[in-house]
């Protein structure tokens, strides 16, 4: 399961979100073919439509300065395991109902995490989903570079997944909840004043409802924790993570054990900001088999369809960006009455 929230380098995430709710209807655009249009969806409705997407997120920035992040794009991509045990279990059909029923449990998930008086539940958030059946390659991949395949032409495998768009402001439009704001602050108090994100415990959370939700037994290999240690943790660490790995396809003492010395693990915090990309890109190629980024990557020109400039969105300049502007404000006001 690869949960992500999107981190680019140019910002357009501090204006309207017009542009990625247009880009986001590109699969009603280019394979309709007859069928049901995919509505946007959330924990109020499951037929919404693209205009009222954009009017509330648009309409939920009381008090956001023109350089503050207006809303975030979260990515909820089940591995091609996950996909195939869905539609196993409840079919295609059954398979996308229960999807957009998960995307429910991991935006109750988002809204735990900031730890903020107020904010308890999906139903806290302003957020909208879509839910996306294919990808597409763009001219970005190596196979359309090498003429293999053609842009817009769908990428092979099951490729269902979920696209977030939520609002920066809380559903009552007063509180600010930033996911890239990891301060624990100066006390225990002042941390629940602020807020506070794990990103880390976000995404490994996304695996933990899955496999409760839908009874899945998830492989030591197929974890977020088992990558987190190959990728940050000494040599000794890894070496015993693969005899105990050997031990947990044997028998669940040798799983049990494997997991304590995945619990056990912590990373430190520059660890945890290194790998945080590496283990998305680790999970892509491990369990997507399709190139994530060009599900937010919008610079084709479709055949047929209004040309829709590059959506990219960046939340790394958005620490907390309240305290920051607020501090920077005392700071200006300090010193015109020093020179007074």
């Known amino acids: ?5 999107t981190d680019n380098k140019e910002a357009t995430n501090k204006g309207s979100s017009g542009g990625l709710v247009h880009y986001l209807e590109k699969e009603n655009r280019l394979d309709l073919k007859g069928q049901q249009p995919e509505y946007w969806f959330n924990g109020q409705g499951l037929r919404i439509e693209p205009y009222e997407v954009k009017a509330k997120i648009d309409g939920n920035v009381a008090k956001l300065g023109r350089d503050d992040a207006k809303f975030f794009l979260v990515n909820i991509s089940p591995s091609q395991k996950e996909i195939a045990f869905l539609i196993e279990q409840y079919g295609e059909d059954g398979a996308r109902e229960q999807m957009k029923g998960f995307a429910l449990k991991v935006m109750d998930a988002y809204a735990q995490n900031f730890n903020r008086d107020g904010v308890n539940s999906q139903e806290d958030l302003v957020w909208f989903a879509k839910l ?3 990808r597409y390659y763009s001219h970005k991949d190596p196979e359309v570079k090498q003429g293999l395949k053609q842009r817009d032409e769908r990428k092979d495998g099951e490729q269902m997944h979920v696209q977030v768009i939520v609002s920066r402001k809380d559903a009552s439009n007063k509180i600010k909840l930033s996911p890239m704001n990891t301060s624990r602050g100066k006390n225990v108090k002042h941390s629940k004043k602020m807020g506070q994100f794990d990103r880390v415990a976000f995404k490994q959370s996304g695996e933990m409802l899955f496999d409760r939700l839908f009874s899945f037994d998830r492989q030591l290999k197929d974890t977020m924790a088992y990558a987190n240690i190959y990728q940050n943790g000494n040599l ?7 005899v105990l790995d050997s031990g947990a396809s044997q028998n669940e003492q040798g799983r049990s054990v494997a997991n304590e010395l995945i619990q056990a693990y912590e990373p430190t915090a520059d660890e945890l900001e290194i790998s945080d990309a590496k ?3 680790k999970s892509l190629k ?3 088999e399709g190139d994530l980024s060009d599900s937010h990557n919008a610079d084709h020109d479709y055949a047929g369809v209004i040309y829709t400039p590059g959506i990219e969105i960046s939340i790394s300049d958005d620490i907390d960006d309240e305290a920051i502007h607020g501090r920077n404000r005392r700071r200006q006001n300090q010193a015109r009455t020093n020179r007074r």
């Open 279 to 281: 283990i998305a890109e």
């Open 236 to 242: 000794a660490q890894r070496e015993q993570l693969n």
């Open 1 to 5: 399961m690869f949960i992500n929230i």
């Open 286 to 288: 491990a369990n997507l």
């Open 132 to 134: 996306e059946n294919h």
